[in-house]
Nanobody
Framework: QVQLVEFGGGLVQAGGSLRLSCTAS????????MGWFRQAPGKQRGLVAT???????NYADSVKGRFTISRDNAKNTVYLQMNSLKPEDTAVYYC????????????WGQGTQVTVSS
């Protein structure tokens, strides 16, 4: 089993920045792809960004150029640097991990709230 714990959410004004982090513990040798998802009130959970074990990244169109995903394998941690935040980025952000670079995400964190005020 793998446990994921997110840190770094909070309240920020539009145009500001936040950095989320997610640390994995347990059977971390199983982890390959990691990602961030978000869910706003009344909306479905959606992809924000992913990063493979080799460092390849993918972003939702809505965050390209503003958000950066990275990982530190030695610390079993994935980061999401969020710049130029907009009110529409307000959501609960979830960290996720999968055991392959192409399979489903099977481990999920508890989520961290990000609120962007206008």
């Amino acid at each position: 089993q793998v446990q994921l714990v997110e840190f770094g959410g909070g309240l920020v004004q539009a145009g500001g920045s936040l950095r989320l982090s997610c640390t994995a513990s347990g059977s971390v040798f199983n982890i390959n792809r990691m990602g961030w998802f978000r869910q706003a009130p009344g909306k479905q959970r959606g992809l924000v960004a992913t990063i493979t074990s080799g460092g390849s990244t993918n972003y939702a169109d809505s965050v390209k150029g503003r958000f950066t995903i990275s990982r530190d394998n030695a610390k079993n941690t994935v980061y999401l640097q969020m710049n130029s935040l907009k009110p529409e980025d307000t959501a609960v952000y979830y960290c996720a991990a999968g055991t392959s670079d192409f399979g489903p995400y099977i481990y999920w964190g508890q989520g961290t709230q990000v609120t962007v005020s206008s």
